[in-house]
């Protein structure tokens, strides 16, 4: 169990938010009259152009932005949003995600090479260590969606392996 769950996690690491399929989703079905048709508040969150021109997210940094900050008051507060009920804490943690990660309308490619997960333009042993570190749960590494090697949709060993054998060439 232990071990299928690493793996979700790593899987999900390879991943980042896309708007239109993950977000819009959920102001869609948890923000309708209010904000598509209408825009409460001044805020409409019928399309990814309106949510950033409404200045309610801070690119980069979700908790000094105003719609997680409404996300996660409590129901007995009269600002917490949506009204009536909640978001799930997945849905609230996947916005998170997608603020953290710049807020962009389409979800990013890997700026830098196959293997080289410390993103110094090199693949070399430096690189083997950082996801040794990672595979052994000993650390974290600055670019995750360079990991998967081998692209079996996994981080682990067989990657290590891979990247050493094509270091040795
Ligand atoms: C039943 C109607 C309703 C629903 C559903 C609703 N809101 Fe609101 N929202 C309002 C109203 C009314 C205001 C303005 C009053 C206030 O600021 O609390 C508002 C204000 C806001 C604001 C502050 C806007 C500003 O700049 O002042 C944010 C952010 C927000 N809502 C986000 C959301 C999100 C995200 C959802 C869905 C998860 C949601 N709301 C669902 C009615 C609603
Ligand atoms: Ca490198
Ligand atoms: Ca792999």
């Given at each position: ?111 830098v090479d196959l293997g080289d ?53």
């Amino acid at each position: 169990m232990v071990k299928i769950y690493s793996y979700i996690v790593l899987f999900s690491l390879l991943f980042s938010v896309d708007y239109e399929s993950e977000i819009q989703p959920i102001f869609n079905n948890h923000c309708g009259n209010c904000h598509l048709g209408n825009s409460a508040g001044g805020l409409n969150l019928s399309n990814y152009d309106n949510v950033i021109l409404s200045g309610s997210i801070v690119a980069g940094d979700h908790a000094a932005s105003e719609l997680y900050q409404r996300l996660i008051l409590p129901e007995s507060s009269n600002q917490d949003m949506p009204p009536a009920g909640a978001l799930t804490q997945v849905q609230i943690d996947l916005i998170a995600d997608w603020i953290d990660e710049g807020a962009l309308s389409e979800e990013v490619s890997c700026s830098v090479d196959l293997g080289d997960v410390n993103g110094d333009g090199l693949l070399n042993v430096l690189d083997v260590v950082s996801l040794a570190q990672l595979v052994l749960g000993n650390g974290s590494i600055a670019f995750e969606c360079a990991a998967d090697y081998n692209d079996d949709d996994l981080i682990n060993v067989l990657d290590i392996v891979s990247i050493v054998n094509a270091i040795l060439g």
